[in-house]
């Protein structure tokens, strides 16, 4: 094997060939759209580290392998050979799932008594690899307190040349108690025997990736909710104008900036998002929403890390049907400290902020499983301090509401628990603007940089 003089820092060598090993259901193109050589690329042998590790997080990114390793190989003086090994993961699984009909945990826990006959019981199949191409494959049917099914598929690349890919999803629901409003920054509740509300979605979408970083795309989707008459009876808003009935199509255009290490868990990077919603065309809903989202990380040594999220969502329309009133309190968009309220209004901002110390970085080998493509997992615990503002504009249902169009803060103390395949298991305890003191659990990111509500 010739060796490279590393002093030489203008010395530049040429990618001669790639070759890619242990992607036995992955197809090769998949990986070669993450890495940052191509054939016949002439590349400085001081920028080679940098490249290779980025290559590494880049291919660990796609969430198709529990192992990446990117080297090169001396092929004579002026050329290289980069050699690609994975190790995949299982992409086939039986999915059972437990799952609550409220808002989270600890409403559930402390606002419902925890009762039994408020869970939903799941089974369904994810395929997240399915013909190799990393095309996710989805079904889900939910029984219990709601009956749901959904299915979904995307295809991130239609073929091996294009930047272009595409998706669709279908979701359908009934349920058997329905919050129809909202009063002291609380959801109130009508149940019943029967159905009282029926929703179905379904959407077609394209997007385009059109470099390792950079994501755009649009959405077409059909809504159809239909309500009972004591529903209506109760909040003529609902679905507006004393409706039962609500069907309306969004347009979605979306942009996402993703300069982050790891997307499962970022420490260091940017991220940024934009989404503008066309919702509805003339009568009964006509509406246009933005919302930004933009992210900060940056480690202030191998165990401390900082990291920052500034949202907004703005809302604009003549009529609102409570029905698209959505502001903090859903899925992960809320201030920290306030999970047992809502806070719904027309137009939100959200400020959350983290330093954090990794104590624990472990790889613990499983007991029962024997798998090749589960030797060790991966455990990161970190200790942490956040602080959290937010505001709501509301100028059609504040009266009952003394949380809209308040100045809302907190801080807290917080654990997060990291690990492969995908899961951040968090526990929070924040006292807010209030005084209120409490202890909360969630799954997921906490300056979220996905999508953290389901299909539903």
């Given at each position: 094997m010739l060796s490279f003089s590393l002093q030489a820092q203008h010395v530049k060598v040429s990618v001669d060939s790639i070759s890619i090993t242990g992607n036995?259901?992955?197809?090769?193109?998949?990986?070669?759209?993450?890495?940052?050589?191509?054939?016949?690329?002439?590349?400085?042998?001081?920028?080679?580290?940098?490249?290779?590790?980025?290559?590494?997080?880049?291919?660990?990114?796609?969430?198709?392998?529990?192992?990446?390793?990117?080297?090169?190989?001396p092929l004579n003086r002026n050329s290289i050979i980069i050699t690609v090994d994975v190790k995949e993961r299982w992409y086939v699984y039986p999915q059972?799932?437990?799952?609550?009909?409220?808002?989270?945990?600890?409403?559930?826990?402390?606002?419902?008594?925890?009762?039994?006959?408020?869970?939903?019981?799941?089974?369904?199949?994810?395929?997240?690899?399915?013909t190799g191409n990393n095309d996710p494959l989805r079904l889900n049917f939910v029984f219990g307190f709601a009956n749901k099914f959904a299915a979904s598929y995307d295809l991130p690349f239609f073929n091996e040349k294009t930047k272009l890919g595409g998706g669709a999803s279908f979701a359908y629901q009934t349920n058997r108690q329905v919050y129809y409003t909202t009063k002291e920054n609380a959801q109130v509740f009508f149940e019943s025997d029967e159905n009282v509300r029926k929703?179905?979605?379904?959407?077609?979408?394209?997007?385009?990736?059109?470099?390792?970083?950079?994501?755009?795309?649009?959405?077409?989707?059909?809504?159809?909710?239909?309500?009972?008459?004591?529903?209506?009876?109760?909040?003529?808003?609902?679905?507006?104008?004393?409706?039962k009935i609500l069907d309306f199509p969004?347009?979605?255009?979306?942009?996402?900036?993703?300069?982050?290490?790891?997307?499962?868990?970022?420490?260091?990077?940017?991220?940024?998002?934009?989404?503008?919603?066309?919702?509805?065309?003339?009568?009964?809903?006509?509406?246009v929403s933005i919302a930004l989202q933009a992210n900060g990380y940056k480690p202030l040594s191998s165990k401390f890390f900082i990291a920052s999220m500034l949202a907004t969502k703005m809302n604009f329309s003549k009529d609102y049907p409570y029905y698209l009133l959505e502001s903090l309190g859903y899925c992960e968009f809320f201030v920290r400290g306030y999970e047992y309220y809502v806070v719904d209004g027309q137009h939100t901002f959200l400020l959350r902020n983290n330093i954090k110390w990794k104590f624990i970085d472990w790889?613990?080998?499983?007991?029962?499983?024997?798998?090749?493509?589960?030797?060790?997992?991966?455990?990161?615990?970190?200790?942490?301090?956040?602080?959290?503002?937010?505001?709501?504009?509301?100028?059609?249902?504040?009266?009952?509401?003394?949380?809209?169009?308040?100045?809302?803060?907190?801080a807290g103390l917080g654990i997060d628990i990291t690990s492969s395949y995908n899961w951040v298991f968090r526990l929070e305890s924040a006292v807010n603007a209030m005084g209120e003191l409490g202890v909360f659990l969630h799954l997921g990111l906490d300056l979220t940089t996905y999508e953290a509500c389901s299909i539903w």
């Open positions: 036995n259901k992955t197809n090769d193109h998949i990986i070669l759209r993450e890495i940052l050589f191509s054939v016949g690329d002439s590349v400085a042998i001081s920028r080679l580290p940098g490249m290779l590790d980025t290559s590494i997080m880049n291919v660990l990114n796609t969430r198709l392998f529990v192992e990446v390793y990117v080297n090169f190989q059972f799932s437990l799952s609550l009909a409220d808002r989270n945990f600890n409403v559930w826990w402390y606002e419902k008594d925890h009762k039994l006959n408020r869970l939903e019981y799941g089974v369904g199949m994810v395929a997240f690899n399915l929703k179905i979605k379904a959407d077609i979408n394209l997007h385009t990736r059109n470099n390792i970083f950079y994501t755009t795309g649009i959405k077409l989707q059909f809504n159809h909710v239909e309500i009972t008459d004591s529903i209506a009876h109760l909040n003529p808003d609902y679905l507006g104008g004393g409706r969004v347009v979605s255009l979306h942009f996402a900036d993703n300069h982050t290490d790891n997307h499962q868990y970022p420490l260091q990077g940017h991220y940024f998002e934009a989404e503008i919603n066309k919702i509805g065309f003339g009568s009964p809903v006509n509406q790889k613990v080998k499983p007991p029962i499983i024997q798998s090749d493509k589960i030797e060790e997992i991966p455990v990161q615990v970190y200790l942490k301090l956040f602080a959290d503002a937010g505001y709501v504009i509301d100028n059609y249902y504040n009266g009952e509401n003394p949380l809209s169009n308040s100045f809302l803060y907190s």
